[in-house]
């Protein structure tokens, strides 16, 4: 995020606003569960219903807030600290993070085909997947939550950010938000001796940081989301459940689907069985191109 570079220094009291529209339905309960469990202590939140964070683009730093705009489809934007042309940019993360382009008529057309899925399509259509404001932020939080639950996962990345990233100008923090979440740099040549995670999870994160910062790996959507997976599980830590988590929320590969996932393997299984690896990735063919859609129904809706 750091290497934007704003090409006009925004005033002390910058202050824009920004209606965001989308195609209706949205699900905004659904991002409301699943980033507020998963926000990183100090950097966002959720506040009832409006999201909120922190950001820094070149040498301004500051908050934003997003929430739905009554009476018309869309989201309602606030940034406090930035230039117009880093506004702009700002604007299109938070699309990408709330997967405003997507088109929930096609989704839910081709998903509500399955029988499995036919009910909660037809509960929460307008079900997006969650994307990323920071794709690097989003990864790094991908790999601590390997093999640990989401609360145990959301207490390590808090920990990260207090111990590595940077703390706001005490003229841009509001409230929670008080810090930026470490960048690659950082994390490339952090000490994470007395961090309290796995050498081999430690290790992986600054493997992908180095990559990262060298500019050797761009995330981002590819061709094919094969591309995406198999220049992932190339690097260390990285399985095929860390490559396709990533691809789908960090890279907008919108046909991404960790075949091995616990929740998805409970969800098509029967008789209170796991599914298997194997027939996990055959259910799911009937659903490209918007696997990862299928994916966030089999996670929110209880079988």
Same mark, same amino acid.
């Given at each position: ?39 990183? =202590? ?13 950001? =820094? ?11 739905? /705009? ?14 117009? $042309? ?14 405003? $382009? ?9 998903? =509500? ?24 932020? #989003? ?9 640990? =639950?989401?609360?145990?996962? #959301? ?6 950010? &207090? /111990? ?13 938000? #008080? ?6 740099? #950082?994390? +490339? ?33 590819? $061709? ?18 860390? +490559? &396709? ?29 796991? +599914?298997? $690896? ?18 966030? &129904? ?6």
């Amino acid at each position: 995020m750091n290497r934007h570079r704003s090409t006009a220094k925004p005033p002390p009291d910058a202050r824009s606003e920004v209606l965001l529209p989308f195609t209706p339905p949205l699900d905004w309960a659904a991002f409301r569960e699943f980033l507020g469990a998963r926000a990183l =202590s100090g950097v966002e939140q959720f506040d009832g219903d409006t999201y909120q964070r922190s950001f =820094s683009f070149g040498g301004a730093a500051g908050t934003l807030s997003v929430a739905p /705009r009554a009476g018309v489809d869309a989201l309602e934007l606030v940034v406090e600290g930035a230039a117009d $042309d880093v506004v702009t940019e700002i604007a299109r993360r938070v699309r990408q993070l709330f997967d405003l $382009d997507a088109d929930p008529a096609a989704i839910s057309a081709k998903l =509500s085909r399955d029988p499995r899925l036919r009910r909660a399509v037809a509960q929460r259509p307008g079900l997006r997947v969650p994307g990323a404001f920071e794709p690097f932020e #989003t990864s790094v939080r991908a790999i601590l939550g390997q093999q640990v =639950s989401v609360a145990a996962a #959301t207490t390590l990345a808090a920990r990260l950010v &207090h /111990r590595f990233g940077r703390p706001l100008p005490a003229d841009a923090a509001r409230g929670a938000i #008080t810090h930026l979440a470490p960048d690659a740099a #950082t994390l +490339a040549r952090a000490d994470f001796s007395a961090f309290g995670v796995p050498q081999r999870r430690a290790d992986a994160i600054q493997t992908f940081a180095r990559e990262i910062d060298s500019g050797r790996l761009r995330l981002g959507p590819a $061709d094919r989301v094969e591309t995406t997976v198999e220049r992932l599980v190339e690097l260390p830590g990285f399985g095929p459940w860390t +490559a &396709h988590y990533v691809a789908m929320r960090a890279c907008g590969e919108r046909d991404a689907f960790p075949a091995g996932d616990l929740g998805v393997r409970r969800a098509l299984g029967k008789g209170g069985e796991l +599914a298997r $690896d194997a027939e996990s990735e055959r259910r799911s063919q009937r659903w490209r191109p918007y696997r990862a859609y299928a994916v966030m &129904h089999l996670w929110m809706t209880p079988p």
